[in-house]
């Protein structure tokens, strides 16, 4: 398995926070067998949860905490850049990060700029939902199979750049995963 395959690999490890023996990677050939894995390690049949849902509060709860501000201040559509203050704006939004409790955080560019996938809310809501979705399940909650599915999906978008997969397709032979 090539460089792109390991570190997809590792996203899932970090994500459902599990380990992936090397000899279960090799029957991981496909996103369903790998869904199929990870269901069983994960005992997927709980009841289905919204975990951007969960990050969304979780966020709004530490910038309101952190930043000072009202409830009403902190919605979905809330760019960070209209509620992180200019000057010490790295500062802050490391704060913020710790005071929800979720990584991997996002960074910001090397200019102090949100990246268009967390420069809202909302959008940084999805980012823990997809890279620590398992940070953000409380006590003993089980996995759902969609859920996983979901997770996976992301994963395979924002790791390996494949939008548009079938379950069944090889990771290696049809999607081109080296």
Known sequence: MGLDGIEFIMAVEDA??????DDAVSRVD????????????????????????????RLRRAAMQVLGRDRSD????????AILPGRQ?????QLLGRAASIAPWPKLSIWGSFRPWFATVGATSRHPATNAP????????????????????RLMRETLGIEDFGWDQGFIADLGVD
């Open 30 to 57: 496909t996103p369903r067998n790998l869904v199929d894995f990870l269901c069983e390690r994960l005992g997927a049949d709980g009841e289905p949860i919204c975990l951007e849902q969960r990050a969304f509060h």
């Open 134 to 153: 398992a940070s953000l399940r409380q006590g003993s909650e089980e996995w759902t199979r969609s859920e996983v599915e979901t997770v996976v999906t």
């Open 89 to 93: 704006r790295r500062h802050y939004w």
């Open 74 to 81: 902190i919605v979905p559509v809330t760019r960070w850049d």
């Open 16 to 21: 459902f926070q599990v380990a992936i023996a």
